[in-house]
């Protein structure tokens, strides 16, 4: 940022003129501070026009829209402006991504988050509006280009590349969950893989990308710690699980042994499992589960009172559930 | 040649938690095999170990002659139908079909071959040019298979990819899954929980239960001689009535006694293999299907005949034949009769079945006993 105001600051004396330049996210790139008279919304609403006395251009960048204010002369010669125009474009696109494509200037700023942390003072310069997500898929043996050619085709895409050894989604489809999961069932088809994918909140600049990354990573982390296999999450999916993983070692061990009393092993067969799974997804409801497991409701009934006798816990009861699937939770971690 | 050899099979997930137990199963060429059974089975499980998707924690797995346990997915020359699958939204049918050729790089003069074959075996040649917004949910199915389709693998593998459509789609495409296996000649692979399709497509059927294989039979042979309790219940709908009962001796005869103290007779044959197999006294489940319980005005009362007797609590029609829903030892029994009988909700019923029609369980293993 620096060096933007450095050059821009140079480019006014040079040609003698005030210069304002914001982008689409109401950032003040140049002066560090809109001028006072000034407003964000009604600059960006004069494009080709005079406000203020200054006269208004836009440049649009693959991934993000500027909007810059010359002070206005009536002697302008245009080709001056012009010139100017060229100068301010040529600056934004050479300080704020180094002259590189905006998918390497992300990965740069994303390395740089690992490394240092996000600066509190920095400015969100890109404009990416989407949302977010992160793939991560198990097999060594496939060519990233294939992943990320079957992702532009199933989704509406803004941006996806490949950031060590994950694939970072900016998508723009109305239903992100739906979207990842048809990304999740393509490349399952073409090619075998399983994929995990984490689905983070919308984001419009790369300051709320790196928040996003993060939030991804979160996810992945705990979708493995707790072996929930590979398909789509978003961050609600997780939440108990972070909450358990934050409990002391020493409770949680006084937990699992309270619930089940030593007899995980007789929940944990193929079918019992499923059904305690299945009944947690499916919020208690005898019924929804029953249909989903394509069982009779009796026999649903008659698992959850195995259950019951082998450790006093009623899953149909609130207070007995979720002490029970906090237990369970707990009790597949890794 | 496409076989399969499946030769003790474990599939254990850490924490000890064992989906298949010992999976061992030949399957022959140009087969159609379904697995089925309920949630939690491992059916799926074993059609992932299968195709490569789940590593196999014991046993061998050999696709042809070719031992697979250690070869990913994409050279096993499998191909895969899910229940939920995506098309490409913005690319016609023929792209769609075409996108999976394209990424392994196949030229484009036999990508075009193989997509128009495709569509020709499974009827969608008009529709190669649309979009999939613009086809039904069966078309999209199919366009689903036929992405299957031009990868010409040795061995389909679908997982239950009739469960996301409508109940009369799914009779249609059953048929026309079945015809699919005629046309291409080529092993099948077929996982679902419905035990209709499992019936009605599979040569032969793989019957599942808490990771253990319960019996590999041809439909018919699973339906007439269910080899335990579970199988008795699964295939079938409805499902067999199963009444406990105690084997006693009777008048020279051997016998069941069920609880409310009814005396059913049985075949010489069954009586022999309940004898010489120290019975006597033991334990028992009776199993008849519902098909094989008439009212006993229907049919004349004869010697080869027992009967049992309740009150109707429903009386369903369904119109070839009527279901009668009564309590037998305070059981529920389901009896398919004349659509045309007189019983209603609150009737007596005394319903009779020929003695070769029962199915004799351990009362300990459930394992068939004759």
């Given amino acids: 940022m620096a060096n933007i105001v450095t050059a821009l600051s140079r480019l006014s004396k040079t040609v003698d003129k005030n210069i304002v330049v914001v982008n689409s996210q109401n950032v003040c790139l140049f002066p560090e501070v809109l001028p006072a008279f000034m407003s964000f919304k009604a600059l960006t609403e004069s494009v080709s026009g005079i406000y203020q006395g200054y006269r208004i251009n836009k440049i649009d960048t693959t991934n993000s829209t500027f909007y810059v204010g010359i002070e206005h002369s009536d002697s302008d010669d245009q080709r001056l402006i012009d010139l100017i125009m060229l100068n301010i474009s040529d600056i934004l696109d050479r300080e704020l991504t180094s002259g590189a494509s905006p998918v390497e200037y992300i990965r740069t700023i994303l390395d740089n988050a690992r490394i240092h942390g996000v600066n509190e003072a920095a400015k969100p310069i890109l404009y990416i509006k989407g949302w977010t997500a992160l793939l991560e898929n198990n097999r060594e043996e496939y060519e990233s280009s294939d992943l990320i050619e079957i992702i532009n085709n199933t989704i509406n895409a803004g941006l996806v590349f490949e950031y060590r050894d994950r694939i970072v989604i900016i998508g723009k489809d109305e239903d992100k969950i739906s979207a990842c999961k048809a990304i999740r069932e393509n490349i399952l088809t073409e090619l075998y893989i399983e994929c995990l994918i984490a689905v983070g909140s919308d984001i419009s600049n790369e300051l709320e990308l790196i928040e996003q990354y993060d939030c991804c990573e979160e996810i992945l982390n705990q979708v493995k710690r707790y072996s929930l296999g590979s398909k789509v999450f978003n961050f609600e999916d997780v939440y108990t699980y972070r909450i358990a993983s934050s409990i002391d070692p020493v409770i949680k061990n006084e937990i699992v042994q309270k619930v089940f009393k030593n007899k995980i092993s007789e929940m944990l067969n193929g079918e019992m499992e499923t059904t305690i799974d299945v009944f947690f997804k499916n919020n208690l409801n005898l019924t929804d589960t029953a249909a989903k497991l394509y069982i009779h409701r009796n026999t649903l009934l008659y698992r959850i009172d195995k259950i019951y006798k082998s450790t006093g816990f009623d899953l149909r009861r609130f207070e007995d559930s979720w002490l029970f699937k906090l237990a369970w939770i707990i009790s597949k971690e890794n | ?370």
């Avoid at chain 2, 495409?173 to 599979?202: N, P, W």
């Avoid at chain 2, 080899?227 to 699964?234: P, R, S, T």
């Avoid at chain 2, 009988?341 to 009779?352: P, Y």
């Avoid at chain 2, 369980?361 to 006993?369: A, H, L």
Wanted: with cysteine; aromatic share 6%.
């Fill in chain 2, 1 to 370: 040649m496409a076989n399969l050899s499946l030769r003790g099979i474990k599939k254990i997930y850490p924490g000890n938690v064992t989906a298949v137990r010992d999976f061992n199963m030949e399957i022959a060429d140009k087969e159609f095999i379904v697995l089925v059974g309920p949630s939690g089975c491992g059916k799926t499980t074993t059609l992932r170990m299968i195709a490569g998707l789940e590593d196999i924690s014991a046993g061998e797995l050999h696709i042809g002659d070719k031992l697979v346990n250690d070869m990913p997915p994409k050279d096993r020359d499998i191909a895969m139908v899910f229940q939920n699958y995506a098309l490409y939204p913005h690319m016609t049918v023929y792209e769609n079909m075409a996108f999976g050729l394209k990424l392994k790089k196949v030229p484009k003069t036999e990508i075009d071959e193989k997509v128009r074959n495709a569509a020709k075996i499974l009827e969608i040649e008009h529709l190669l040019e649309r979009k999939p917004k613009a086809l039904s949910g069966g078309q999209r199915q199919r366009v689903a298979l036929g992405r299957a389709i031009v990868r010409e693998p040795k061995v389909f593998l679908m997982d239950e990819p009739l469960s996301n459509l409508d109940a009369k789609l799914r009779v249609q495409m059953r048929t026309e899954i079945s015809k699919l296996h005629q046309r291409l000649q080529t092993t099948f692979v077929y996982v679902t929980h419905d035990q209709t399709e499992a019936m009605t497509m599979g040569t032969r059927i793989v019957i599942m239960k808490d990771g253990d294989i319960q019996q590999i039979d041809t439909p018919q042979n699973a339906y007439d001689n269910p080899a335990n309790l579970f199988v008795a219940g699964f295939i079938g709908s409805p499902q067999m009535n199963v009444l406990k009962g105690v084997v006693v001796e009777n008048n020279g005869r051997v016998a069941v006694k069920v609880e409310d103290n009814t005396i059913i007779n049985l075949t010489a044959h069954m009586e022999k293999t309940l004898k010489e197999n120290g019975y006597i006294g033991k334990d028992v489940y009776i199993g008849v299907r519902p098909e094989h319980l008439q009212e006993s005005e229907v049919e004349p009362y004869a010697s080869e005949f027992s009967s049992i007797s309740g009150n109707v609590e429903v009386a369903e029609l369904m119109g070839s034949e009527t279901y009668l829903y009564l309590k037998v030892c305070g059981k529920q029994v389901i009896a398919k009769v004349d659509s045309h009988t007189k019983k209603r909700a609150g009737d007596n019923v005394v319903l009779q079945f020929k003695w070769d029609s029962i199915h004799l369980f351990d009362g300990e293993t459930e394992k068939s006993i004759v």
